[in-house]
Antibody, heavy 117, light 110 residues
């Protein structure tokens, strides 16, 4: 069955970087795009952008340009989210979600990133 | 892109029906039939409930239904059950070739 498994929780200091992974299984990785969604503590869902798993071309949502980078390693069916120059307000759960069209079919379990000195 | 507008909370008793609204603009909800609803149980990842306004994925009970009129989409849950207590989010494709979520609605089953 389709499954997205994300890397574990991370604790970083302000100014540091973090890389979150999302390993896909149960389908052909390059068939569906991968989205990233942020959820700050006690807050709603926020779409961050998506990456075309066929071409590797990323598209960033409003507010997620500059410090956020989406990447892939298709050899291991894995998508990555890297955030640099971390700020306290980046503290959130980050989800990957595969998309077969105009919907997010399947979600990873989420990765909690805590930014604190 | 501003978030879609949902009520912060709704409540209902077991067996009743409730409706959650999701208001956007002609650039998102009103412009496309690509409205999706997700259910998020406490501490869990969101789960797809409704796609393309009113379609249910296999495995989702027909107690959940979706509709749209103009710039407002709606999710109706009939025959409320205790297990329906969760946060519900709408989502729409937009004219900017992006996606936007609603602020979320907390459903309490009394």
């Amino acid at each position: 069955q389709v499954q997205l498994v994300q890397s574990g929780s991370e604790l970083r200091k302000p100014g540091a970087s973090v890389k979150v992974s999302c390993k896909a299984s149960g389908y052909i990785f390059t068939t569906y795009s991968m989205n990233w969604v942020r959820q700050a503590p006690g807050q709603g869902l926020e779409w961050m952008g998506w990456i075309d798993t066929n071409t590797g071309n990323p598209t960033y949502g409003q507010g997620f340009t500059g410090r956020f980078v989406f990447s892939l390693d298709t050899s291991v069916s894995t998508a990555y989210l890297q955030i640099s120059s971390l700020k306290a307000e980046d503290t959130a759960v980050y989800y990957c979600a595969m998309s077969s069209g105009y919907l997010f079919d399947q979600w990873g379990q989420g990765t909690l990133v805590i930014v604190s000195s | 892109q501003s978030a879609l507008t949902q009520p912060a909370s709704v409540s209902g008793s077991p067996g009743q029906s409730i409706t959650i609204s999701c208001t956007g603009t002609s650039s998102d909800v009103g412009g496309y039939n690509y409205v999706t609803w997700y259910q998020q149980l406490p501490g869990k990842a969101p789960k797809l409930l409704i796609y393309e306004v009113s379609n249910r994925p296999s495995g989702v009970t027909n107690r959940f239904s979706g509709s749209k009129s103009g710039n407002t989409a709606s999710l109706t849950i009939s025959g409320l059950q205790a297990e329906d207590e969760a946060d519900y989010y709408c989502n729409s494709y937009t004219s900017s070739h992006s996606w936007v979520f609603g602020g979320g609605t907390k459903l309490t089953v009394l």
